[in-house]
């Protein structure tokens, strides 16, 4: 039972190019958040999915982010115009339980954006 | 004022100390607890659930204040492989979204 999938495990990117992050939630999850640490800091949400729904956005940047998790294939992190400041380590985590069953999340190994 | 706050740390111990961490949240309306262990920038992992009650696991145990919000966790005869960075997390509110403080760095000396 592979567990959470996150590509690419590192991606460069030049200013005002586009990054996408892949997650690939573990089997039977259909909850997945996306977080970012920034260096030397803890991490931040940014935002909580269901199939093809937006949950919560609350921690997403307002401009150049966006996420998405279609009912086939995995969730995307979609960063347009890449600055310097996007640069972090990007986590994904599911869960299969939402609400106040919910007990743990499952991380993936995370993406390291770097912007040139 | 952050909504979960730690001390940074590091934390220097010998091997066999014991140590403690606190860490303080904001919002008395949280409902759930967690120590999460990270290394070297990996992911985070779930080291403990944090109970009302306190709960131990091995070395480890964890305790919970409501009044005076704050959760603490105590390592045991500490290890080398101890060495981590241990994130505090609170769920706020039904709705999943974990807050994660920024996380107090360990270092077990041999």
């Known amino acids: 039972n592979a567990g959470v999938m996150q590509n690419p495990r590192h991606l460069v990117r030049r200013r005002g190019q586009e990054a996408r992050l892949r997650c690939s939630p573990m089997?039977?999850?259909?909850?997945v958040y996306w977080y970012r640490q920034l260096p030397e800091e803890g991490l931040k949400f940014m935002v909580y999915?269901?199939?093809?729904?937006?949950?919560?956005e609350s921690g997403m940047p307002k401009e150049r982010f966006s996420a998405e998790f279609p009912k086939e294939g995995p969730s995307i992190l979609r960063i347009q115009q890449v600055v310097r400041g996007d640069s972090a380590a990007y986590f994904c985590?599911?869960?299969?339980?939402?609400?106040?069953?919910?007990?743990?999340?499952?991380f993936g190994s995370g993406t390291q954006l770097s912007v040139l | 004022r952050k909504e979960v706050e730690q001390d940074p740390g590091p934390f220097n111990v010998p091997e066999g100390a014991t140590v403690a961490f606190n860490c303080t949240y904001s919002?008395?309306?949280?409902?759930?607890f967690f120590w999460y262990r990270q290394d070297c920038r990996k992911e985070p992992k779930l080291l403990m659930s944090?109970?009302?009650s306190g709960n131990e696991d091995g070395r480890f145990t964890a305790q919970l204040n409501r009044a005076s919000q704050y959760i603490s966790l105590l390592i045991r005869d500490s290890k080398l492989s101890d060495s981590a960075t241990y994130l505090c997390?609170?769920?706020?509110?039904?709705?999943?979204?974990?807050?994660f403080g920024g996380g107090t760095r360990l270092m077990v000396k041999p």
């Open positions: 919002n008395s309306a949280s409902q759930s």
């Open positions: 999915l269901q199939k093809e729904n937006i949950i919560d």
């Open positions: 985590a599911s869960s299969p339980l939402s609400g106040a069953l919910h007990e743990k999340l499952f």
């Open positions: 944090v109970y009302s």
């Open positions: 997390v609170v769920n706020i509110n039904a709705g999943n979204m974990l807050t």
């Open positions: 089997k039977g999850h259909s909850h």
